[in-house]
């Protein structure tokens, strides 16, 4: 018998990665191909494989060349998946530059000289959309990050709740 392949904070990849074609179809269909076209919270026990999942997502269709259309409209765009771990993220303002390192990473994107990070988040999310990118955000351990954040200081969590989902 092989040994369970999952090690924490190691995603499983190659061979060891498999079985996951209807979460990946599921995935995919809820946030970028099917009519639903929005948020997922990814949820599951320990040592199941949803980091696997998240960065088999996000190599795997780091090339997604298919152009889809927003539901509800005739406008069609990429997509961008951008994967993040946000497990030692304490505070909105380290999400906010995290994100935004991420997205300028993924697009090469000049730096914007700016001390206020949420702005830095939005203007990356502007420019990803003014080149017509569907961004999908894969935020690994998001919950860690909020539980954190509620026991340290809820008003700050529920802040960045409601701004941002």
Known sequence: MKPNPFIYNTPVRGEDFCNRVDSIQRLLNQTVTGKSQGNVWLVG?????????LRYIQLA???????????GSNETV???FIYFNCQTLKHPDD???????????????KRIRQDNPYACYIEAFKRAYALNYYIVLLLDEFDAFLQRMIQ????QAEYLLRKNL
């Open 78 to 80: 990429k997509v961008a």
């Open 45 to 53: 026990e320990r040592q199941v494989g949803k980091t696997s999942l």
């Open 61 to 71: 269709y780091e090339d997604f060349n298919e152009r889809i259309q927003i539901y």
């Open 95 to 109: 999400y906010y530059h995290h994100i935004y390192q991420s997205l300028i990473n993924h697009f090469d994107f």
């Open 152 to 155: 340290n200081n809820p008003d």
